[in-house]
């Protein structure tokens, strides 16, 4: 067998800040050798294509120095998988294998093959947890197929897997024992960002929903709007099962990634396996797995129980259906298909208290829905061209009711679609990539009615309570009906090219480039699908002579006029004086985008340097802005074992379509009105007068940008890397409310817009600053024929802001930056802590067991999230100090946050690479009562203990 020695042309030796995620936490056999190879442990920039696996891993000995040692018969007809990035000779072995049924080994710095044995498929030997930075300068960290699988996330979210990460923060109110039953992914917020202002991509394409992102999270959905519905910060929630790993930039970001002001979490889909494999399962929880927690203070247990409306959930069952098809159709063409259905119902009471109405139902069925269907496919026409494509659709949404209202349900369809062809060609000295992608993101409603009646409780109108404290009453209502149609989405497309050189010399130094440009097109659209009305203000009469509705044309009104007995006994006619229209109507907005960048790692002795520009512009807001990107690094003794970094960088966001789709709205509002009349008929009503006027009036804004400073050391003791990092942020130009004339514009003209109309303008800001350290173990731990590997994650983070999303509104005080009272002294208004995401203090521990004899893998996450203060203003929400008022806020003390997750899975071997599987799942084992403080001070609790069971097979 020959054997191959890699290229001497001089190549960049750069040195990893951290031995990558896959191969040293994995027990591959002597794969803790891998440090002492300084081709397996230095990183290098990898372009492999997925190709017959021999010319693969020949191809891999150049790009890494390494020798190989082939078995033609072992590699027949076997494909690898592609690798791309700057990885570990480790890490890319490990990618390139992944999979295969291929083992590796190093002796004396050669590297030979062999087969892995028939049951390795439920050998968990490599178990990754995850990973140590993928980056020299400590900005990114990967958590791979195996993370995913192993940790005990329940939901099986993609936001969940990210509590693992140290500057990631979560909504305080997502865990709430109010609404577990809900399934939608947490808002996160990365460095004290803004969570509306990351950047969620698939596979490299956009999936924000830039639509309304802040009428997202439990704390902030309206569900009683009549021209707002809930929204998402992310538009495709996608299933980790689809996910063969998460890329987290979280600092030192790339110029090759724009429009964001906290990160981007990047969701890398599966690539097909060699020969046809695939997977179903089934998984579930219900409300008598979980364990409540309520505070009787604020609800008391019966009348949670009795829950009219979705803000308390006493009763759900959720259930998870997956099923995944993969394989190779020819040498060279594979397919993936995965469908992952979840489902959520809600049984709630229709009216207060349990009330069981005479004219409607007892109980409603609320729901909850996230369906995915993801077909992914590739095509290697030639060892240079890489074809990939996917197509995703991702409906999502619910069915809701509104209490104590007949005739109210209306389904809230979120979610959308994309699509995205790729073409990688390897030069011999360039790998260029050539992306096309299709996005499509929906926020909108569809109502079982169109007309709100407001009427007072009657013999016919008698589905109501008419009891007002134990007593009957005439005052009572009836309400029937809905709000009507609306719907927003976003639509759009880019395409991108990337061109990266290999590594050359020029001035006695290294040099990789990466340039690349980006082209995209957008059209947001709000629109009122029909006309919807509310009927109010019914006129109540008990005359003898007032006992018809018969109108004064001679027509029977029997839509707005009832004449019945009322809750006393007492005969009553009732109509309705007004009805007020939304009128349908449409406002929407294109916009054209466009980005170009470039860097250069530099590579001079043990000094790594990156700088990189990116330019970015839109005919949105007509600006165009220039973010410098520079990070550095410096391996102290030339052998990895002490690496400094650190950073300056300038991140922008985008401006969300809400601003502009804010405007004209009430100018559909239009109203018939009818006079009162005590005869035997009534009036009729008048045609309809336009009454709206914009409150509302768009003014071109700047482009939000964060500048950050960071400073890191990696640092290798025997057999534990060390990552410390400090990121600091000062955030400028975030986007609020403000009235034109506290910002001193001209007064609207009264009749397109009210005169001291709103509008949005760059007065937000925002400091933070996060420290973290990670500990991650260079070899799995065994014992007593287990093997364990963990890793240990502390952060601390401090945020001050004076706005918590574009809808708050500044008056003249806030944009002086005026100062309040908060704490027992006076302060500038920018320096209060942000009331939202700002657990100061966060220890993550997660570790992976398995026991191979038994088939058996246990997971545990434990989270220690420290006390803190929160913020809140309630009433009085001012207070005098010598004779000056002042806003008030106050704080309470929240308690640490102590959280053990769990997950057992058993593997019951049925045939050569086929099992029956069973996992069990529960989350919050030591069923720990963890609070949760609003931002109006009341105080709930976290959900305590949940159990999840699921079932599958996998072949």
Known sequence: MPTLNGSDRPRLSLLALAL?????????????????????????????????????????????????NLDPALLAGVQSNSVSGQLSGVDALQQLLRGKGIDWRLEQNV??????????????????????TDSLYQGSERIDRTAIETFPGANGDLTTLLEMHPNVQFDTTQQSSHTPGELNPADISINGAKFYQNNFMVDGISINNDLDPAASSASRNNYNGIYDIPSNAFGVALDADLLEEVRVYDSNISAEYGRFNGGVVDAITRNPREGFHGKASVSMTRSEWTEYHLNNDEISDEEFELSSDQTYQPEFEKTTQRLMLEGMLTDTFGLIGNIVRKRSEIPVYSYDNGFQ?????????????????MLKGFWMPSEQLDLTFSLIHAPAGGQYYKANQKNSGFTIDQGGQAASLQAVWLGDNVTYTNKLSYKMVQ????????????????????????????????????????????????????????????????????????????????????????????????????????????????ALDSDYCSVSVNATGTAQRQYFRFLNYYRAGEIELEQTDYALFIEDDIRVGNLTLRPGLRFDGDDYMDKTTLAPRFAVSYDLFGDRTSVLSGGLNRYYGRNLFKYRLADGRESLRWRATRGISRDDTITDFSDLVNYGVDESSFRSLDIPYDDEWTIGLAQQIGNLAFDLKYVHREGRDQVVRSRARYLGLEDGDGSSSIANYYTYTNAGESRSQTVTLSVTPLQNLHFAGTQTTWQLALSWNETQSNN????????????????????????????LPTDNFNRPWTARLNTVTSIPQWNLTWSNFFRYRGSYEQIYQTTPSTIDIDG????????????????????????????????????????????????????????????????????????
């Open 884 to 955: 000056t008022s002042y806003d008030y806020y106050q704080n309470g003390r929240v308690r640490a946050a102590p959280t053990w997750d769990t997950r057992v899975k058993w593997e019951i071997p049925t045939g050569q690479d086929q099992a029956l599987y069973v996992a069990v799942d529960v989350t919050n084992v030591a069923d720990k009562v963890n609070d949760v403080l609003s931002d109006k001070g009341v105080l709930s609790y976290e959900t305590g203990r949940q159990y999840w069971l699921e079932v599958g097979y996998s072949f």
């Open 443 to 554: 926020t909108s409603r569809d109502a079982d009615s169109n007309v709100n009646k407001q009427w007072r409780w009657s013999e016919e109108k008698n589905w109501g309570n008419p009891y007002r404290n134990g007593v009957l009453s005439n005052n009572a209502t009836s309400i029937e009906g809905g709000m009507g149609d609306l719907e927003q989405s976003q639509t759009g497309g880019e395409y991108s090219f990337k061109a990266e050189l290999q590594e050359f010399d020029f001035l006695g130094a290294g040099h990789r480039i990466n340039a690349g440009l980006q082209l995209g097109y957008q059209k947001a659209r709000y629109e009122v699908m029909e006309d919807s009305w509310t009927a109010t203000t019914p006129y109540l009469t008990t005359d003898i002579g007032s006992t018809s509705c018969i109108t004064a044309s001679g």
């Open 20 to 68: 990558a995620l896959g191969g040293l936490l994995s027990a591959i056999p002597l794969a803790a050798t891998a440090q002492d190879s300084p081709g397996l442990s230095q990183v290098h920039h990898f372009a492999i294509d997925a190709q017959p696996l021999s010319e693969a891993l020949i191809e891999f000995a150049r790009q890494s120095g390494m020798q190989v």
């Open 804 to 831: 918590a999303s574009y809808e708050n509104t500044f008056d003249d005080a806030l944009l002086a930056d005026e100062d309040v009272y908060y704490d027992g002294s006076l302060m500038p208004y920018s320096e």
């Open 111 to 132: 590297l030979s093959f062999e087969a892995r044995p028939d049951s390795a498929n439920l050998n968990l030997e490599t178990i990754h947890v995850l990973g140590r």
């Open 357 to 373: 109405s005479a004219g409607d139902s007892l109980k409603r069925e609320q729901t909850r829905e996230i369906n995915n269907y």
